[in-house]
């Protein structure tokens, strides 16, 4: 059975860092790429990054380029999202999910950060 | 800068049939944007329905289905039912490396 589990979410000051991780059970991780999404209190949902099964291939959407940094633990089962210079628009639940044919077949429960002074 | 759209919401009788829409506003949206459909309750997070324009996430019924209805993608829920009350969004692979989802449908089933 498929499970990922997101964590590292918190409160942070605008211009902090934070750190999330999502811990991967059920499938073969090293086989598969994997995807961070976010949604903003009450608004829709956004794709944030994605990173291929080798980790050699990472895409980032235009609003965290040069912010955020995602990386992959094959070892550990688990990806992370390093997210740096955080802005009060970066408030969102952030999602992890498995990519499968470009798009997702598996999503965790979602982790809230929050940017504020 | 590319949009993907949605219909913001929608209506539907129980039993019914229902169709919603994803356009892009630079073209047309084909098969090799490789259409996605996800619902959302409130709270929770989304879940699966269609990838690849129209193949049905494991557990997904068969009242839902997906297409290309001329130049939009398309997800058809037929024989609504209360509980397909949700949000629904459209994702697109836009180009290389870049996805990109709809703003998302409010279905109400009334």
């Known amino acids: 059975q498929v499970q990922l589990v997101e964590s590292g979410g918190g409160v942070v000051q605008p211009g902090g860092s934070l750190r999330l991780s999502c811990a991967a059970t059920g499938f073969a991780f090293s086989s598969h790429g994997m995807h961070w999404v976010r949604q903003a209190p009450g608004k829709g949902l956004e794709w944030v990054v994605h990173?291929?099964?080798?980790?050699?291939?990472?895409n980032y959407a235009a609003s965290v380029k040069g912010r955020f940094t995602i990386s992959r633990d094959n070892s550990e089962n688990t990806v992370y999202l390093q997210m740096n210079s955080l802005r009060a628009e970066d408030t969102a639940v952030y999602y992890c999910?498995?990519?499968?044919?470009?798009?997702?077949?598996?999503w965790g429960q979602g982790t809230l950060v929050t940017v504020s002074s | 800068q590319t949009v993907v759209t949605q219909e913001a919401s929608f209506s539907v009788s129980p039993g019914g049939t229902v169709t919603l829409t994803c356009g892009l506003n630079?073209?047309?949206?084909?098969?090799?944007?490789?259409p996605s459909w996800y619902r959302q309750t409130p709270g929770q997070a989304p879940r699966t329905l269609i990838s690849?324009?129209?193949t049905r996430s494991s557990g997904v019924p068969d009242r839902f289905s997906g297409s290309i209805l001329g130049d939009r993608a398309a997800l058809t829920i037929t024989g609504a039912q209360a509980d397909d009350e949700s949000h629904y969004y459209c994702m697109l692979y836009v180009t290389s490396g870049v996805w990109m989802f709809g703003g998302g449908t409010k279905l109400t089933v009334l």
């Open positions: 690849t324009t129209n």
């Open positions: 999910a498995k990519d499968y044919y470009w798009a997702f077949d598996y």
């Open positions: 990173i291929g099964q080798n980790a050699n291939n990472k």
């Open positions: 630079s073209g047309s949206v084909s098969t090799r944007h490789y």
